[in-house]
């Protein structure tokens, strides 16, 4: 149940469009991306929302009934909480939130006598991080192009029944573009579509209405949000309310407890330990590739004190000028210090990943490509561009990472800080 309300959420990846536009782009003449995103919610959008915090509201109605609780705030455009609840208090709840640089998820059980337990926690990359964070606080479309490598409006696009302006726009550190629309006749943002495990997911606003948000100021806000995959709607989120509240701070957007770990990982564990990987093993699935391309158990990493994750591909420069670094600490001293490297590849094809294992002599494992996605291992430690090393202990917990509080330190400060730790001069 739980993972339907967690597709659920990829809906508002981008649905929030605020105030009808003063100055629609020209008919005709094809307007800029700057333009299209500076004027996506009405020229008088940023002074009615000015310098203060919102709470929307709603409900949504898919495999299951929920209510919704987003949070954001205008000073913090990639900021917001987000909490989605199945049944009363005492059930479950999927939990977002993003403290601009991470974007993260869990689940949260609350049993009757209150007690709470949290489970799955993981962090959200690439496009569907950058989706929820569009839509969880609408304001952060102000400021897009921070977001983005490439910004380029392509022409006309029917879009949801729509004539549309079409904006191609790509995430940094992606490979696969996402897709905006705006209203060519109003200028209103009418929704996105990008790529996740290989299935297009398509946001589409289906509705406006006028939100007071007080002191006699109204604005147009999305009041219905539609999420289709493959053509089928799998959801539809009504909005309630929008309401103008206190100021939240920097400080109510923290890490939760649950997060830190997987950003700022513990010291690692010394001595034997019990864990064998099986977290990691769990995640991978029950075959690793060798460097023939042959299959191999993934209980191979249950006697491995320590695992270097290798996230990298043969289509990125600074991924082919490493590897041989790597390739080379390995080759001199996995035997002795007793760890081994788990390349998960972002290669195009599998055919593109064992031939970049075998131009670079990469003589350690790899995910299956057909796994890499499945297994979760992106989301929960690959952040969000490539190369990145990460140094994880028997229990699944990342000791060294080459994003530290979702700045990029890259792969060589891994390396050392795991040499200095294994003694490897």
């Known amino acids: 149940m739980i993972r339907t309300i967690a597709a659920f959420l990829f809906i508002f990846t981008a649905t929030t469009a605020m105030g009808q536009a003063k100055t629609p782009p020209p008919v005709n003449a094809k307007p800029s991306a700057q333009f299209l995103f500076t004027n996506w919610a009405g020229a008088d959008a940023a002074s009615l929302f000015g310098n203060s915090a919102y709470l929307y509201k709603g409900r ?4 299951e009934d929920s209510e919704l609780s987003v949070e954001f705030d205008s000073r913090m455009p990639w900021r917001f909480r987000a909490k989605v609840q199945v049944g009363d208090e005492s059930g479950l709840a999927e939990v977002y939130g993003s ?44 400021d897009i192009d921070k977001k983005m490598s490439r910004l380029n409006t392509v022409g006309k696009f029917n879009f949801a029944g729509s004539i549309c302006w079409r904006v191609i726009a790509m995430p940094r550190a992606e490979t696969i573009p996402m897709n905006f629309f705006f209203d060519v006749e109003t200028g209103l943002f009418k929704g996105l579509d990008f790529k996740s495990s290989d ?35 799998r959801n539809r989120v009504d909005v309630s309310s929008l309401t103008r509240v206190m100021k939240l701070t920097k400080d109510e957007f923290e890490l939760p407890e649950v997060i830190k770990e997987l950003v700022s ?3 690692p564990i010394s001595g034997d330990s019990k864990a064998g990987n099986e977290r990691l093993i769990s995640m991978i699935g029950p075959n690793l590739v060798d460097a023939s391309g042959a299959m191999v158990s993934s209980s191979v990493l249950k006697t491995k004190k320590n695992v270097l994750l290798y996230f990298s591909a043969k289509w990125c420069p600074p991924c082919r000028k490493f590897t041989p670094t790597l390739v080379n600490f ?15 590849s972002s290669d195009r094809s599998a055919a593109d990943q064992m031939k970049y294992m075998t131009d670079y002599k990469m003589d350690f494992f790899a995910v299956p490509l057909d796994r890499v996605n499945a297994s979760g291992l992106k989301q929960t430690y690959g952040d969000r561009g490539i190369p990145n090393l990460v140094w994880l202990n028997p229990e699944g917990t990342a000791v060294a990472k080459s994003y530290v509080d979702g700045n990029y330190v890259g792969p060589n400060r891994v390396l050392a800080e795991f040499s200095r730790a294994m003694d490897i001069n």
């Open 330 to 344: 390995f080759d001199q001293n996995a035997q002795a210090k007793d760890f081994t490297i788990v390349f998960v």
């Open 265 to 267: 990982p513990s010291q």
């Open 99 to 142: 403290n601009g640089p991470v974007t993260w998820r869990y689940v949260e059980q609350r049993s009757v006598d209150g007690s709470r337990t949290i489970s799955s926690p993981s962090l959200v990359t690439s496009s569907v991080a950058l989706a929820n964070q569009v839509v969880f606080n609408p304001l952060s479309l102000f």
């Open 199 to 233: 299935t297009v997911m398509e946001m589409v606003v289906s509705e406006y209405r006028m939100f007071s948000i007080g002191e006699g100021q109204e604005v147009n806000f999305p009041s219905g949000f539609t999420l289709l995959s493959k053509g089928e709607v």
């Open 60 to 63: 949504s109605t898919g495999s």
